[in-house]
């Protein structure tokens, strides 16, 4: 009777949670309907929140994790990922990537980006295996800013977004390209390489269903406005973006005097009068006691980025430790500019100008630039004569920034090898 009683009561305990967790359920789903009745946009925000934190699985939805790392590394005046202006349409934070992490990924997996592999460097008419080509620019002026940026203690994620955004937008063939397409158009605005990565990024790449672009954050787009305007005022450039600039400029000067020599545009012999040049090769036979042609031309392009690496460097730590900026504003606000010292910089104008008659402007180079500019114009009036040419999915960015601003744009995107095929199919 007694063990009777005690199982009736242990059933009743039973039911009695068991209609205690319906009865909790039923009305937690009454609340998330009355909830969705009333805001029904809310409640999908809600619902996209919990979702995402399930998907990022170590449930961040803050960006400590980044913050705490960026605080122990960085310095006052570098750009922290906690202190963003974030992006034109909102995002949850990832848990485990900061927003200029997700800037550079966005960059690198965009097929603006891919196409950089099939535009040369300097144009000379042939794309050689070795020379280099936009991507592998880029890459090298990524690696130079990163090693720039750790040293100086810049946020190294915003830095690397800055690089690989920075010639997303040049043309085929160049310069040559560029200017042609420029011409195209002068009237009506120009074309910039600058300001057509800051298109491709905004308005062309497309990533997501509800608006195009990438939706970087304002700090990476404004790091590329100050590559189109760089007189931008009252908007000095972060110290990352100032970095890009110095590391875009150390790369290309070695990589193109590297190139020129290889490609027998000029020797070592006719540059040892540049003051650079002569210091580096000064250095290196002091190093070492023969090298060959190959090796010699090696080793006085990686002294000619090890100087200006470590000039730029000494200098700029020499004026941080005297300026001892407490915050990004006071950076910004004071005269410091992140560059050489005047001695070497001038070296460096030196250099540049150098190249400038003797590389880009050689004369064994001028037909063949000839030749694609007046290609480009051609293919540039073909376009705007026959606007059906365009691929269906830009046939509404034509009606919206006019045939002729589109022609530019599409042509722009090609990779040189695509523009050649392109030209012959429409000659043919
Ligand atoms: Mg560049």
Redesign the pocket.
Known sequence: MHRNFEKLQKRSHRHLLLSLIVDIYLSRVLLARLFFCVNPQSFYRVWEMAMNRIDSESGGQSLAWVDERERLLLAPYAMFSADSRGRTHQEPHHAYRGPFQRDRDRILHSSAYRRLSGKMQVFTGEMGDYHRT?LT??HE?ATIARTLGRVLKLNEDLIEALALM??IGHPPYGHAGEDALDECIADIGGFSHNQFGLTIVQEIEIRFHDFPGLNLTYESLMGQTCRVDKELKGQKPLLEVQLVDAA?ST??DAHDADDAIKLGLVSIEDMKHLELVDECLHFVKRHYSSLNPELLRKALVHRLIERQVTCLLSHCQEELRKYDFKSVEEARSSEFVIGLPAEIAQQKQQLEQYLYEHVYRHPSLIKIREQAQARVKEMYITYCENPSLFPLKYQPRAERVGVRRMAVEYIAGMTDHFFEQTYKNAHS
């Open positions: 936009r620019h880029t002026v920075h010639d875009d790369t290309y």
